[in-house]
C-alpha cells in the first residue's frame, strides 16, 4: 500500500535537532465509547499511551524491516545491488482508552535499527533520524499526526539498541502523555516527506513480555552487585531505586569471570558494552524501552537493587516436545528452544541477541525446519520470507546475506540460497501454494545467479571484494574448500527448485541439467576414485557429497567407519546438520544418535558440562554463547529418534510415516509435534527385551508405522504397538 493509503493525510514528524529517543504528545477531543483506531508507525521503536494508559501490549513495533533506501550507507562490504523497502505500521483498537472530550495522544520514539549510530562493525547502516506518523480514525473525526503534534527529548540523553540507554529523570514530568502535563519548553517537530517505500499493516507475531525471571545474588563488591537469573535469555532486568538523584549503573553480560565480575567477551568482546544509567527521581522502578539485551548475569551499583528480569521475545508459542533417557539430548532441545526464542525478534530470526542482532541467512535457512517442527512459526517466517525477498536485486538474483538488509559476510549457497530453503520448506510444513507461486521467480533468478558464480560447473566466487564462505564455525580451522561445500549445497538448493516446479507445473529441465553438470564437475574435481571419498572425508566432505549425490556405497562406509572412531564432531554448522541426516536416513540411526549425544570434546554435552543453558556459537565457547545454529539437528530428535516424518510428497502432514530409531544409547524417547491438524505424538520404551511403543495421531492425518520392512496403518487416536 502507499503512505496515503496507510494514513491519509497524516504528516511524518522529525525532532528538529537529532535525537536518539524522543517524547510526541498531542491534544484531540473524542466521545467516550466511540469506536477509536490508531494507525502509527513511529522509527524505529514506538510506545503509545492514550491518556496515560499504554496502547497495547507490544514490545519494540513496528517489526524491523529494510525501511527504505539509504543514500549515506556505507558498508565494510560491497554493495551493488538494488533491493526492495517495506515500513510495517500498526493498528490498534483504543475506543476503550477514550475519555469524553479532550484526550492526550503520547509516543515515545527510540532509534532501534532505524536511527543506528553508535554501531559501525558493519559500516554506516543508519537509515536516518527518528520520525513518527499516525492517524487516529473515529466517527466524530480523524486525528493525524500534524502540526498540533508537540515534542521533547524528556529523560532520554542516550537510547542505542546495541549499547543501551541514559535516562535522567532530574525535573522530568511523569505526566507527560496525560492533560495534567506542564508543556513548557515543548517545541514543534518539523514535517518531512514520507519515505519512499511500500507500506504495510504489520501481521505478524509481535514482541511481548513472555515471563518473568528472578534474580539471585552472585557476588557483592564494594560498589555493585552481580546476579544472575537462571538461564540465558533476552530482555532486560528491571531496578528499583528509592531515592531521588541517584545515578544507578547496569550492566548485562552471558557470563562470569573467575572473579565474579561479569565477562563480557561473548556479548561484546570488551568493546561493546550492553548497559543503562538511570538518573532517578521519586519513582522507583526502572528499565530499559527500545532496547534488549542478551543476559545471564548482569550487575547494578549498590544504590539499587533489581526486582525481576524481563523476558522478551516474539510471540511465537512452542508447539512441541521431546525427552528421552539421555541427559544431553534432553539439554541439547531445551538449549536450542531457549536459543531460538532469545533471536526471535521483529518476526526475524537472528544469529545472537546482543553483539550482531542480524537476521543472517545462514543461520536462519539451517534452523528453519527444525524451529517450524518445534514452534507455531506459520506467520513469522511469512514475514521473514518477504525480508528475504526484498534483499535480492531483482536483476542480478543475488542475495544479501541479512534480512533485512545490514550488512554482514556469508557465502552464496550457504547464506543466499536460503530465498530457496526457506520457502520450500515453509511449503512443506504448511502446504501454501500461494507462497511458492509468490517466490518461485525469485528462486529461479537466484539460481540463474549462482550459474554465473561458476568456473568449470564449479562456484568459485560471489561479489567482488565481498565473502565467500562455505562451512562455519569447525572446531579446527576451517579447511573443507569453499567451492566444494558451496557447489554442493546449490545442487541440493537446485533439487528443491526442481521439486517446487513440479508442484506448480512449470518446466524445470534446464534444473535437471545443471544438477546433471554441477555433479559430474564436482565429482571430477573432488573425488577420488580408488578411495571412494571425497577431500579424503575432511569435515564432514563425504556427507555434502553423499547428499548432492555423489559418491556410492563405500562412500557412506568410509562416513561410518570415520565418525565411528572419531567418536565426535570435526564439522561446522551445515556439515553437522548435513552428516547427522545422511547418517539417519541411510540406516545409520544408532551411529547418529551417538554423535549427537556423544560426551567427548566436541559435543554438545561439553556446552552442559559448563553450565550453559543456550547454544554456543563456536563449539569451544570462545564466542557468543546464545547461537541458535547449531540447533538445526534438534530436528532429528523428531523425524528420526521419535521417527515423525512427512511421506514423500506430503505437504502439510497430511501423509505421515512414523519410523523411530530405537538407538542402542537410549531406552525411551517420546514427545510431540503439532501439525496443521493438530498434534501427533510417540512414545517409546525398551523393556524385557521388547520395544512398546504408542502413537496418538489427530484426525486429518493418514500414518503408517514402519519397522524392520514391514508397514502397518495406524488409526487416529491412539495406537499401541509391540516389537
Not at 484 to 501: E, K, P, R, S, W
Request: with cysteine.
Amino acid at each position: 500500500m502507499t503512505h496515503k493509503e496507510i494514513f491519509g493525510d497524516a504528516r511524518w514528524l522529525s525532532p528538529e535537532q537529532e535525537a536518539d529517543a524522543a517524547l510526541f504528545r498531542a491534544v484531540f477531543t473524542a466521545k467516550q465509547g466511540e469506536k477509536a483506531t490508531l494507525t502509527i508507525c513511529g522509527l524505529g521503536y514506538f510506545i503509545a499511551y492514550i491518556n496515560g494508559q499504554r496502547v497495547g501490549t507490544d514490545e519494540f513495533v513496528p517489526p524491523n524491516s529494510d525501511y527504505h533506501d539509504r543514500p549515506n550507507m556505507t558498508l565494510v562490504y560491497p554493495l551493488n545491488d538494488e533491493r526492495n523497502f517495506r515500513i510495517y505500521c500498526m493498528r490498534y483498537d483504543v475506543t476503550n482508552l477514550l475519555a469524553e472530550g479532550e484526550n492526550v495522544l503520547g509516543v515515545m520514539v527510540g532509534g532501534g535499527f532505524y536511527h543506528q549510530n553508535d554501531r559501525r562493525a558493519e559500516g554506516n547502516v543508519s537509515y536516518g533520524d527518528i520520525k513518527l506518523c499516525y492517524s487516529l480514525q473515529k466517527p466524530s473525526g480523524t486525528v493525524c499526526s500534524d502540526g498540533s503534534v508537540l515534542y521533547q527529548n524528556g529523560f532520554f540523553k542516550k537510547a542505542n539498541l546495541y549499547f543501551g540507554e541514559t535516562q535522567d529523570y532530574t525535573d522530568f514530568d511523569r505526566k507527560w502523555n496525560t492533560l495534567s502535563a506542564r508543556t513548557d519548553g515543548w517545541q514543534r517537530p518539523k514535517n518531512i516527506s514520507a519515505p519512499k517505500t511500500e507500506y504495510y499493516i504489520a501481521d505478524c507475531p509481535t514482541d511481548k513480555v513472555q515471563a518473568i525471571l528472578k534474580p539471585t545474588v552472585v557476588k557483592r563488591f564494594d560498589d555493585y552487585t552481580v546476579y544472575a537469573v537462571e538461564k540465558n535469555c533476552a530482555g532486560y532486568p528491571v531496578i528499583r531505586c528509592d531515592r531521588a538523584g541517584e545515578t544507578v549503573t547496569l550492566e548485562c553480560a552471558e557470563e562470569l569471570a573467575e572473579d565474579g565480575n561479569l565477562d563480557n567477551t561473548s556479548v561484546g568482546y570488551g568493546e561493546q558494552r550492553q548497559t543503562a544509567t538511570f538518573v532517578t527521581d521519586s519513582e522507583r522502578e526502572y528499565h530499559p524501552f527500545f532496547c534488549w539485551y542478551g543476559l545471564r548475569y548482569f550487575s547494578v551499583t549498590n544504590n539499587a537493587e533489581p526486582t525481576e528480569v524481563r523476558v522478551i521475545h516474539a510471540d511465537v508459542p512452542l508447539t512441541a516436545d521431546f525427552v528421552c533417557s539421555d541427559d544431553t539430548l534432553n539439554w541439547y532441545q531445551r538449549a536450542f528452544i531457549n536459543s531460538q526464542q532469545g533471536n526471535m525478534h521483529g518476526c526475524i530470526p537472528s544469529d545472537c541477541p546482543h553483539r550482531e542482532r542480524l537476521g543472517y541467512t545462514g543461520d536462519g535457512q539451517l534452523a528453519c525446519d527444525a524451529v517450524m517442527t518445534q514452534f507455531d512459526a506459520k506467520r513469522f517466517y511469512r514475514k521473514w520470507i518477504a525480508d528475504i525477498r526484498d534483499c535480492q536485486d531483482p536483476n542480478t538474483g543475488h542475495v544479501q546475506h541479512t534480512a533485512p538488509f545490514a550488512g554482514g559476510g556469508g557465502g552464496p549457497a550457504g547464506w543466499g540460497g536460503a530465498i530457496i530453503t526457506v520457502p520450500w520448506i515453509y511449503y512443506k510444513h504448511y502446504g501454501d501454494k500461494a507462497m511458492l507461486s509468490w517466490m518461485y521467480p525469485r528462486m529461479e533468478k537466484f539460481a540463474e545467479y549462482m550459474q554465473s558464480r561458476c568456473a568449470d560447473g564449479i562456484i568459485v566466487r560471489e561479489e567482488k571484494d565481498g565473502w565467500c564462505l562455505g562451512d562455519w564455525c569447525t572446531p579446527q580451522k576451517i579447511a573443507i574448500p569453499e567451492p566444494f561445500v558451496n557447489t554442493a549445497m546449490y545442487i541440493d538448493q537446485l533439487g528443491m527448485l526442481c521439486d517446487a516446479a513440479e508442484v506448480l507445473g512449470k518446466d524445470c529441465t534446464r534444473y535437471k541439467q545443471w544438477i546433471a553438470a554441477h555433479r559430474e564437475a564436482l565429482a571430477e574435481k573432488y573425488f577420488g576414485a580408488e578411495t571412494n571419498s571425497c577431500l579424503d572425508g575432511l569435515q564432514g566432505a563425504d556427507a555434502f557429497a553423499l547428499s548432492c549425490g555423489i559418491g556410492n556405497e563405500a562412500t557412506l562406509d568410509n562416513l561410518v567407519k570415520k565418525y565411528t572412531q572419531l567418536g565426535e564432531f570435526d564439522t561446522g554448522i551445515f556439515g553437522t546438520y548435513i552428516l547427522l541426516n545422511e547418517l539417519y536416513k541411510s540406516g545409520h540411526g544408532n551411529l547418529a544418535t551417538a554423535l549427537l549425544a556423544n560426551k567427548n570434546t566436541v559435543s554438545f554435552e561439553t556446552m552442559r558440562r559448563a553450565g550453559a543453558t543456550t547454544l554456543w556459537e563456536d563449539w569451544d565457547g570462545r564466542s557468543s554463547h546464545n547461537h541458535p545454529m547449531f540447533g538445526a539437528s534438534t530436528l532429528y530428535l523428531y523425524t528420526y529418534i521419535l521417527g515423525i516424518r512427512q511421506q514423500d510428497g506430503s505437504t502439510g502432514f497430511d501423509r505421515v510415516v512414523i519410523e523411530p530409531c530405537f538407538a542402542d544409547c537410549l531406552t525411551f524417547a517420546k514427545g510431540h509435534i503439532t501439525t496443521p491438524h493438530g498434534k501427533i505424538s510417540v512414545d517409546w520404551k525398551k523393556e524385557n527385551g521388547k520395544i512398546f511403543v504408542s502413537v496418538d495421531l489427530c484426525d486429518g492425518v493418514y500414518a503408517t508405522f514402519r519397522h524392520g520392512g514391514s508397514e502397518k496403518m495406524l488409526c487416529i487416536g491412539h495406537n499401541e504397538l509391540t516389537i
